[in-house]
Nanobody, 126 residues
Framework: QVQLVESGGGLVQPGGSLRLSCTAS????????TGWFRETPGKEREFVAA????????YYADSVKGRFTISRDNAKNTVYLQMNSLKPEDTAVYYC???????????????????WGQGTQVTVSS
C-alpha cells in the first residue's frame, strides 16, 4: 500500500496560482495511475485531473481544463497539480490519489483509486 502526503495548499487571491505536491512512499508512483480530486462541504468528492497509467495521457475536468496541469517528478516520487487563474469556486480540500492498476479509459471515479492522501485546503478569496 502506498502512502500519500499532500502539501502546498493555502489562501490565494482570485487569478493567482498554487502548486500542490503529493509525495509517495511504499511504491513508485510512476508504475501506476495518479489523480487529483477535490471536495467541498456537503458535496461529493469531485474529479479534477488524472494520468491513466505511467506513460498515459493526462485528462482534466472541464471546469479546470486549460488552468490546471498534473505532472510528475519520478526522481522525487512526487505528483504535482499546478493551478493557475484560480477562481473562488476552486476553493476545496484537494486530495491526491493513486492506484497500481491502470484506470479505465477516461475514468473520473473515486472508486478506481485505492490510495488517498489526507487532503490539503485551498482557499481562493480576496
Amino acid at each position: 500500500q502506498v502512502q500519500l502526503v499532500e502539501s502546498g495548499g493555502g489562501l490565494v487571491q482570485p487569478g493567482g496560482s498554487l502548486r500542490l505536491s503529493c509525495t509517495a512512499s511504499g511504491r513508485t508512483l510512476s508504475d501506476g495511475a495518479t489523480g487529483w480530486f477535490r471536495e467541498t462541504p456537503g458535496k461529493e468528492r469531485e474529479f479534477v485531473a488524472a494520468r491513466r497509467w505511467s506513460g498515459g495521457n493526462t485528462y482534466y475536468a472541464d471546469s479546470v481544463k486549460g488552468r490546471f496541469t498534473i505532472s510528475r517528478d519520478n526522481a522525487k516520487n512526487t505528483v504535482y497539480l499546478q493551478m493557475n487563474s484560480l477562481k473562488p469556486e476552486d476553493t476545496a480540500v484537494y486530495y491526491c490519489a493513486a492506484d497500481k492498476r491502470p484506470l479505465p479509459y477516461g475514468s473520473e471515479c473515486v472508486g478506481d483509486f485505492g490510495s488517498w492522501g489526507q487532503g490539503t485546503q485551498v482557499t481562493v478569496s480576496s
